[in-house]
Each structure stands twice: as structure tokens, then as C-alpha cells.
């Protein structure tokens, strides 16, 4: 039976979207006020940011994978209007759920799914943007994940990818010891789950950097592929033209 990586322990490939499926169960309610705490709020700059390099315009039809509790579906939703359409989607309900409620209150209904990104329900050439933020490093076979999101895109279509990635040299050490001692510390203190937020961190080492990322969207049959630095590499954002 073939083996993968969970963070930093391997586990049987067909048994990976179970453990990561836990782990969102476990921090789903507290994930936003995570987020806000372990960046400083610059998840926030960092989303606009693939907004703004999304540049979706009026009519556009958007995929977001892994949006979870929809910021980005919401921020896409405003842009391309009501001739638009906006499809949130996740691998993980309670993500799900807790993402389709909030767009609720804020009176935004969008079409909302439970999807595994290795195998996207929808037709060929169906989107103008497909975005995945901060997801694609849980997926257990990322090149058939990234296959299924070019299938996906119109020809001319963008992929963004939003993810963590390599850290410039200089400041590794400093981003280590935060990473493994503060952030599950943080997790314990505020979601009650220290185990996940430790995951969290081996899960960004075993990712693919900058170039190994970008080679591997080449190899599935991206034309194109930019890679934008964000945070001195904390995150990188990778775009992706289909031809």
C-alpha cells in the first residue's frame, strides 16, 4: 500500500485525508481568530493580494477550493457581481459550514460543496480563476489536485495557489522556533488542540518550496507559471495560465 507524509509521520496514502479531515473538525470554529493571531492579521494582506493578481472581472466564473470559512469566495463574490458565479467548496464540512454560515449573516448566498479537489464535480473549461489558499499542502496527491484544477479553467484561466513556503535564509531559525514552540502553544491556549497546530508546522516543511512548487504546476501542463514572494517567503502565491 503506498505511503505519504502527515507532517512529519507517514501514513498509509489512503488514510491522509482522514487525519487532515480531523484536524480542521478540531479547530474549525476558532480557525479565523487563529489565523489572525498567528500571521498578525497579514493573512488578510496576503488574500488581497491574490485578489488584486486575480483581477476578476464582472461575469467571471470563480472556483474556490479549500475556502473554508470564505474569504476569499467573499472577496470574489463582490467582484464579479451578480452576472458572476462564485462556487465555494471544501474537502471538510465543519470548514464548510462554518464558512457557508458566515457568508449567510452577511446576506452573500453562494453555491457551497463538500469537494475533493483530486476529483473536481464539474465540466471542463467551467472557470475563468480557480483559487486554493492555504490548502494545497494538505492534499495527498497534489499533481492530480492541480491536473483536475487545470482541467477546470477556461483556456487563458488562472490557478492561484496561496501557500506557505521557504522562509528566506536569514530568518529560518527565528521562524523555526516560533513555528514549534509558540504555535502550539497558541493552539492549546485559544482552539484547545496543540496537536493540530503542530501539524500545522511539519506540514509546511514537508510542502513544496517556490521552484519545486512551480515545476511541479509546469509538469501537470501550466503554460505559465509566476511566483510572487509575500512576507519575505512566509508564503508565496504561485500563478498558473492554462494555455
Known sequence: MASTHFGFKTVDEQDKAKHVRSVFDSVASKYDVMNDLMSAGLHRVWKRYTITVANPQPGDQVLDIAGGTGDLSLAFA?????SGRVVHTDINEAMLSEGRNRLLDLGVVLPTMVCDAEKLPFASGSFDIITVAFGLRNMTNKDHALGEMLRCLKPGGKLLVLEFSRVAKPLEKVYDWYSFNILPKLGKLVANDEHSYRYL???IRMHPGQEELRQLMKAVGFGHVDVHNLSAGVVA?????KC
Do not use: C, F, M, Q
Open 201 to 203: 508546522a511539519e506540514s
Open 78 to 82: 463582490k467582484k464579479v457581481g451578480p
Open 237 to 241: 502565491l504561485h500563478v498558473g495560465i
